[in-house]
C-alpha cells in the first residue's frame, strides 16, 4: 500500500523536486506527514481530508504515513496538498499507482476538492527539465506560467475529480500549448514621456541614462514633476527580451504573483516607500522572499525622498548595485537572488523643499542643507552617474506648453541604437552598457580629443569638481556619443555630460 508521485518546494526563488512516498498500513487511524513544518502539516491534513470526502472517495480509516523527501528542503505552505491526496488515492488503489510516478503535480486543495493557484509554478516548470520530469499537473490558474517555459507537458485542472480521472485514463486530457498570441511580453509601459511638459533637461538626462544604463538621482522641489518623469523611465528602455521577461517572472512567481498571459511582460518599476526596512528591500524572512531589489530586476528601482530612507536600508543598495545581485543570509544557509535595476532616485533640494525655486523662499539653513544633503553616504553616491536638478514649472509654463512632447516609443528607438552600439563594443565581457565600464574600460573607449580634454580639464578645476567625477563624466560623455552615432567623445559631448554632475557642483 505504498505510492510515490512528485512535486516541489520553492526555496527563495529555485525549485526543488520533492518526492511525495505514501504508506497506508493498518493499524490506529492516524494521518501523519513527515518533512513539513507542524503548522502546515496540520493545515494540510485538514484540506486533504475534507477535499477527498467532498470529491466523492472514502477517507481511509487506516494508519497513512506520507513522507516528503529529501527531508533538509525547506517546505511551506499548501502547494503539497494535491500531492499528498493523490498520493493518498493510489496508495488505497484509487488510482494506478504506476501512472502516478511520472508526474510532478502541485496545487492547494480547497475543502470541497477544487484545485487552488499555488506560487513558483515558473521556477518549478524550468526545474523540470533537469530532473526529466515531463509531465506536470498544475492548477488551472498556473497553466500559462507551467506552459511558456516549453519544458514540460502541462496539465492544468480545476478539480480533484478531473485529474483522478485522467491519470487513471478514463478521460482525455492534451497538454495546455502555450499560445504565442497570449504573450504578453513586449507590452507597452502604462505612462508615456509625452505627457511630461517642459522639462528639456530631465528629459534629455532619463534618455541618456536609459541609453547607457546609468543610474540617476534627481533634485527638486515637490510638484516639479520628479515621480512624473521616473515612471516614464521603463517605457524608453528596450522592450523586454523573452529571456529577460523568463528571469523577471521567475521572481515574482516565486513571490506569489501570477500574470495573465503567464509572464511579466513590462520592466518593472518598483517605488518602496521611505521607510520601507532593510528586508523589505533585501528580501529575507523565515521562508526567503526576494525583496525590492529582485523584484525590480530588469527594471526601475525608484527611490522617492532618497534622503529620508533609513541607513540600513540605503547600505542595503550597496551590493546589487555592484554586482547585479543580492546575497540574503540565514541562520542556516544564504540565498543569492538576481537584482540587477537601473537605481532613479528622488530628493528634494533641502528640508523644506524650497531651495532653488525662482518664486518660494527657502527657509532652512545652511548647515541644515548641507546634513540633508549629506545623509546619502559617499559610497552611495558613488554608484549615481547622472545628476539633475528638477526645477518647478510655473502654472503658466505648464498650461501654454504645447502637448507636442516627444513619444516614449520616439525616444526608445534612439536608446536601442546607443545599446547596439554598447552591445557590439562590449561583445564577449559581463558588461553590457557604459555605466558597468570599469577604469580599465574608461581608458580603453573614453579617448577624448585634445580639445575635449581641454575642455574636461577647465569644467573639473573651475567648478571644483571631486576627482571622482572625472570617470563618471567620460563614461556619461560615451553614451552621449552614442546617442549621437559618434565613435569619438567630441568637445560637445563632454560640455553636456558635465551639466549632469548637479551634486558635484554644489
Ligand atoms: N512637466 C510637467 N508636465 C505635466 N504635468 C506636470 C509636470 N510637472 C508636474 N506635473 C503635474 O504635477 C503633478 C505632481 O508631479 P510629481 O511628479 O508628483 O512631482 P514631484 O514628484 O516632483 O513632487 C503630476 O502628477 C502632474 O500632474
Ligand atoms: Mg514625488
Not at 529529501?70 to 501512472?99: H, M, Q, R, T, V
Not at 526545474?127 to 515531463?134: A, D, E, F, R, V
Not at 508615456?192 to 517642459?198: H, I, M, Q, S, T
Not at 541562520?331 to 535595476?341: G, Q, R, T, Y
Request: a positive charge; one cysteine or more.
Amino acid at each position: 500500500m505504498f505510492s510515490l508521485i512528485y512535486s516541489a518546494a520553492i526555496n527563495g526563488i529555485e525549485a526543488h523536486l520533492v518526492e511525495v512516498e505514501t504508506y497506508i498500513s493498518s493499524g490506529m487511524p492516524v494521518f501523519s506527514i513527515v518533512g513539513l513544518p507542524d503548522v502546515a502539516v496540520k493545515e494540510s491534513r485538514d484540506r486533504v481530508a475534507a477535499a477527498l470526502k467532498n470529491s466523492g472517495f472514502d477517507f481511509p480509516s487506516k494508519k497513512i504515513t506520507v513522507n516528503l523527501a529529501p527531508a533538509d528542503i525547506k517546505k511551506e505552505g499548501g502547494i503539497f496538498d494535491l500531492s499528498i491526496a493523490l498520493g493518498i488515492l493510489a496508495a488505497i488503489g484509487k488510482i494506478k499507482k504506476e501512472n502516478l510516478q511520472r508526474f510532478c503535480a502541485v496545487g492547494e486543495l480547497s475543502l470541497d476538492g477544487k484545485i487552488r493557484k499555488v506560487k513558483g509554478v515558473l521556477p518549478i516548470s524550468l526545474s523540470l527539465q533537469k530532473n526529466k520530469i515531463k509531465d506536470f499537473i498544475v492548477p488551472f490558474p498556473n497553466r500559462q506560467e507551467a506552459a511558456v517555459t516549453g519544458k514540460a507537458n502541462v496539465f492544468p485542472f480545476k478539480t480533484l475529480i478531473e485529474i483522478v480521472k485522467f491519470i487513471n485514463g478514463e478521460a482525455e486530457c492534451e497538454p495546455y500549448l502555450y499560445d504565442e498570441k497570449e504573450l504578453s511580453v513586449l507590452v507597452e509601459a502604462e505612462y508615456d514621456f509625452a505627457d511630461v511638459k517642459g522639462q528639456k533637461n530631465a528629459k534629455r538626462a532619463s534618455e541618456i541614462a536609459a541609453a547607457g544604463s546609468h543610474n540617476i538621482i534627481m533634485s527638486g522641489p515637490p510638484g516639479s514633476g520628479k515621480t512624473m518623469i521616473a515612471k516614464r523611465i521603463p517605457g524608453i528602455l528596450p522592450l523586454m527580451t523573452f529571456d529577460e521577461a523568463i528571469e523577471t517572472t521567475k521572481i515574482w512567481s516565486a513571490a506569489g504573483h501570477v500574470f495573465s498571459g503567464g509572464l511579466m511582460g513590462r520592466r518593472t518599476f518598483r517605488s518602496p516607500h521611505h521607510t520601507t526596512s532593510s528586508v523589505a528591500l533585501a528580501g529575507g524572512g523565515a521562508y526567503p522572499k526576494p525583496g525590492e531589489v529582485s523584484l525590480a530586476h530588469n527594471g526601475i528601482l525608484f527611490l522617492d525622498e532618497f534622503a529620508e530612507f533609513r541607513r540600513d536600508a540605503l547600505e542595503v543598495l550597496r551590493q546589487p548595485l555592484e554586482d547585479k545581485k543580492i546575497t540574503v543570509s540565514r541562520a542556516k544557509n544564504s540565498f543569492v537572488f538576481p537584482a540587477s535595476f537601473m537605481l532613479v532616485a528622488a530628493m528634494n533640494p533641502c528640508p523644506c523643499g524650497n531651495l532653488g525655486h525662482r518664486e518660494k523662499e527657502c527657509v532652512c539653513a545652511p548647515l541644515q542643507i548641507r546634513k540633508y544633503q549629506n545623509k546619502i553616504s559617499g559610497p552611495l553616491m558613488d554608484r549615481i552617474d547622472i545628476h539633475i536638478e528638477v526645477p518647478a514649472l510655473k502654472f503658466l509654463e505648464l498650461s501654454e506648453l504645447d502637448n507636442n512632447s516627444e513619444s516614449s516609443a520616439a525616444i526608445r528607438e534612439r536608446v536601442i541604437k546607443a545599446r547596439e552600439i554598447q552591445n557590439i563594443r562590449f561583445t564577449g565581457s559581463d558588461i553590457y552598457a557604459n555605466a558597468q565600464m570599469q577604469a580599465k574600460e574608461v581608458k580603453k573607449y573614453c579617448v577624448l580629443s585634445d580639445k575635449a580634454y581641454e575642455i574636461l580639464k577647465t569644467a573639473i578645476e573651475k567648478l571644483n569638481f571631486s576627482a571622482r567625477s572625472y570617470d563618471k563624466i567620460l563614461k556619461i560623455s560615451r553614451t552621449i556619443a552614442d546617442l549621437d552615432g559618434s565613435s569619438t567623445i567630441k568637445s560637445h559631448h563632454i560640455t553636456e555630460a558635465v551639466r549632469y554632475r548637479f551634486f558635484d557642483r554644489s
